[in-house]
């Protein structure tokens, strides 16, 4: 079986580029591998979306269990555009049996992931992952998306109260999505939003390194 399937011009039935960043990856490490990677791929890009997947907690993308992406080559620029997709296994949720709200921010994965681990041996881009990561945790941390959070929760609430399906899966009640934002249900759902994003800020805060890399705009 396929790893990876064409869900463009599959009629061609062509990896070629799919192989280069392979390549890439797989005969450069450090210093070297900086200048063959933003060749073939928008790292940039990719810094900031690590950094989202760690401080939300989505263990299941690429950063962490390999999986829910995209790879899409951008026809005018060359280079591989990573597009996430699924991110319900966030904020607290758990298969695994681990603490997503304390896990390191630069060991998140805990599978094989080398574009992660490669880009994060490299001082600048390290640097650069580590500024995302403060600017998320000041704005997880900040009355702005406490009121986003709120917002949404009430345009949605009345479709929920209404839903007949989802008490089918897992056994959920109306009072647990109510509840959501500041307890755990048990089982996979181990926190509350708020309070596993909080959780996630200090742990984050307290590993993140001094650093005067600044995310660059692409």
């Given at each position: 079986?396929?790893?990876?399937?064409?869900?463009?011009?599959?009629?061609?039935?062509?990896?070629?580029d799919?192989?280069?960043?392979?390549?890439v990856?797989?005969?450069?490490?450090?210093?070297?591998?900086?200048?063959?990677l933003?060749?073939?791929?928008?790292?940039?890009?990719?810094?900031?979306?690590?950094?989202?997947?760690?401080?939300?907690g989505?263990?299941?993308?690429?950063t962490?269990?390999?999986?829910?992406?995209y790879?899409?080559r951008d026809?005018?620029?060359?280079?591989?555009?990573y597009?996430?997709?699924?991110?319900?296994?966030?904020?607290?949720?758990?298969?695994?049996?681990?603490?997503?709200s304390?896990?390191?921010?630069?060991?998140w994965?805990?599978?094989?992931?080398?574009?992660?681990?490669?880009?994060?041996e490299l001082?600048?881009?390290r640097g650069?992952f580590?500024?995302?990561?403060?600017?998320l945790a000041?704005?997880?941390s900040?009355?702005?998306?406490?009121g986003?959070?709120?917002?949404?929760?009430?345009q949605?609430?009345?479709?929920?109260a209404?839903?007949?399906?989802?008490?089918?899966?897992?056994?959920?009640?109306?009072?647990?999505?109510?509840n959501?934002?500041?307890?755990?249900?048990g089982?996979?759902?181990?926190?509350?939003v708020?309070t596993?994003?909080s959780?996630?800020?200090?742990s984050a805060?307290s590993?993140?390194?001094?650093?005067?890399?600044?995310?660059?705009?692409?």
């Open positions: 079986d396929q790893v990876y399937e064409l869900r463009t011009n599959e009629k061609w039935d062509d990896y070629g799919l192989k280069q960043l392979v390549e990856l797989h005969n450069f490490s450090g210093e070297s591998l900086k200048g063959e933003e060749r073939v791929m928008n790292v940039q890009q990719f810094l900031k979306i690590m950094a989202l997947d760690v401080m939300l989505n263990w299941d993308g690429y962490g269990h390999s999986n829910n992406f790879l899409y026809q005018v620029s060359g280079r591989f555009e597009i996430p997709y699924i991110l319900e296994n966030s904020a607290g949720i758990d298969f695994l049996g681990v603490d997503w304390d896990r390191s921010i630069y060991n994965n805990p599978n094989l992931a080398p574009l992660y681990t490669k880009i994060l001082e600048e881009y650069q580590t500024s995302h990561i403060k600017v000041a704005y997880l900040s009355p702005a998306l406490s986003r959070l709120s917002q949404w929760r009430g949605i609430s009345g479709h929920v209404a839903d007949t399906l989802f008490v089918k899966d897992w056994g959920y009640a109306f009072s647990d999505f109510e959501a934002m500041n307890s755990g249900w089982s996979h759902v181990n926190d509350g708020t596993f994003v959780l996630r800020v200090a805060l590993e993140a390194e001094d650093s005067d890399a600044h995310p660059l705009i692409s």
